[in-house]
């Protein structure tokens, strides 16, 4: 499975950004898609999930609200649509994927990295 993510850049406090992660390979394998986002001397942390079958969403409480995460109706596409932004949310954000839906929110058991990219959000 190989994972392509886009859509950061930089944006002011208040703004929205939509995370694009465009998947390929065996992604029958795995249970959906999620977004982990680390900031600066932080550990990585999980931020939202959603399943290929049936579309049942999970989100962190600091992202319940403000973002929102689909996919596109081909399965092969999840977004993370962020709104109302704030300086915290600065990090790089990464899609990842893993068999299992038990394991959704645990950064290390993702098998599926995509490369980072980096929201920047100025106050």
């Known amino acids: ?4 993510a886009s859509g950061g850049g930089l944006v002011q406090a208040g ?7 465009a998947a390929s390979g065996r992604t029958s394998r795995t249970y959906g898609m999620g977004w982990f986002r680390q900031a600066p001397g932080k550990e990585r942390e999980f931020v939202a999930a959603i399943t290929w079958t049936g579309g049942f969403t999970y989100y962190a ?5 403000r973002f929102s995460i689909s996919t596109d109706d081909a399965k092969t596409t999840a977004f993370l649509q962020m709104n109302s932004l704030k300086s915290e949310d600065t990090a790089v954000y990464y899609c990842a994927t893993t068999d299992s ?3 959704y929110f645990k950064s290390s058991q993702q098998k599926y990295w995509g490369r ?7 106050s």
């Not at 409480?61 to 609200?65: L, Q, V």
């Open 1 to 4: 499975v190989q994972l392509q």
């Open 15 to 21: 703004g929205s950004l939509r995370l694009s992660c």
């Open 61 to 65: 409480d600091s992202a319940k609200g």
């Open 101 to 103: 839906i038990v394991n």
């Open 116 to 122: 980072g990219t980096l929201v920047t959000v100025s």
